[in-house]
């Protein structure tokens, strides 16, 4: 069996279904990218059990195989090659399923160990649910949530992206239990009943990286336990988080009686700073006065710092603990020059967000103070 293309032609989607293979597995059937080729036509999958990549390429062929090749050999042959013309030929072992792919360019000749498979009848999943979006736009929610997907394994529901659909609008929520995200996308969706799945975090790692295109298409099976992503030639699917994702309304605070508005660059800064005193990596914020002071220091060393910023607040002084590193990624995940901050005392959750004109909830970041020592 002979195939004939190019290094790039079959680069470009190995490296992109690799993704789907873990750096580390006990189980030799998640080490392998799957060939299956027909006239005209190669197909590439990869898995890890729970999430699989899917490409397609065009080829010169009339031949039909179904291969398996260790992926990482593949990966690195193929990334330590230029560009050029590339031609597989495929042998089989007598009364064997194992194989060689023969790989020859202008450079010379190579020679990798495959096995042959039989072709795999997939389960077809029923998507009674799919909608185009803007791949922009979704990326955007995407990276608005994920960092504060928890990491624990005992919590299984929050090392995911609770996904709300409803109308005309998408959004997107995370939590680790210390910070919370609630990020809303307007679209040109309408979902008349709402939806609500939760996508693993690395899930949606993965597709930060395969999104390319323009738009791209999410599919939601009838039975709610996985999720497809359509990116031009690419499938990406994968299993749901199927436990139930806790009461994030429960714990945004409704109520502040206390504002900030502050420079959020500035702020930033200054917590990036100052938290490098602290050790523990706590910082105390007082407000005051139209001031806004952050204090750290290292008990053990008797380093300290502090600095004073301007800021337009409304309220009665505060005293306030927090992670310096919760606080420097929520402004990292902020776009606007000028942030609100809202308040209420030492031990509510304190709200992070863009400082618009009109109330504007569509981004919210929520981080829970820590106690401090005075």
Do not use: W
Request: glycine share 4%; charged share 25%.
């Amino acid at each position: 069996m002979n195939l004939i293309s190019s290094i790039r032609q079959l680069q470009d989607p190995v490296n992109k279904v690799v993704q789907a293979i873990p750096s580390k597995t006990m189980d030799v059937r998640y080490e392998n990218v799957h060939l299956s080729i027909e006239p005209g036509c190669l197909t590439l999958f990869a898995t890890d059990g729970e999430l699989s990549i899917t490409a397609k390429s065009e080829v010169e062929t009339s031949d039909t195989a179904n291969i398996g090749i260790n992926a990482r050999t593949l990966q690195d042959f193929l990334k330590s090659m230029y560009d050029t013309s590339v031609s597989l030929l495929i042998e089989r072992q007598e009364i064997s399923d194992h194989g060689m792919v023969e790989i020859t360019t202008d450079k010379g000749q190579y020679k990798i160990a495959c096995l042959f498979e039989s072709k795999t009848e997939k389960y077809e999943k029923s998507y009674d649910i799919s909608l185009e979006l803007e791949t922009a736009e979704f990326l955007d929610l995407i990276q608005k949530t994920t960092f504060a997907c928890s990491v624990d394994g005992m919590r299984p529901a929050m090392m995911g992206v609770l996904f709300e659909l409803e109308g005309s609008t998408i959004t997107g929520v995370s939590t680790d239990g210390h910070r919370l995200v609630r990020c809303r996308k307007n679209s040109s969706i309408d979902i008349v009943e709402k939806q609500k799945i939760v996508v693993p975090a690395r899930v949606l790692s993965i597709l930060q990286k395969l999104a390319q295109h323009e738009s791209l298409t999410l599919c939601i099976d009838a039975d709610r336990r996985f999720v497809r992503f359509i990116i031009g030639n690419i499938l990406l699917d994968a299993a749901l988080i199927v436990e139930p994702y806790p009461n994030y309304d429960a714990v945004i605070p409704l109520e502040h009686d206390k504002h900030v508005i502050i420079n959020r660059a500035m702020l930033y800064d200054s917590v990036k700073r100052v938290g490098r005193f602290s050790s523990i990596g706590d910082i105390k914020v007082l407000i005051e006065d139209q001031r806004l002071k952050v204090f750290a220091e290292n008990t053990n060393d008797g380093e300290a710092a502090q600095e004073d910023l301007s800021c337009i607040y409304v309220g009665e002084a505060i005293t306030i603990g927090f992670n310096s590193k919760f606080i420097e990624a929520a402004l990292a995940h902020l776009d606007d020059n000028d942030i609100r901050i809202e308040l209420k005392s030492p031990t509510t959750a304190v709200i992070f967000k863009p400082n618009k004109e009109i109330d504007d909830d569509k981004l919210i970041i929520l981080v829970m103070p820590v106690r401090i020592n005075n």
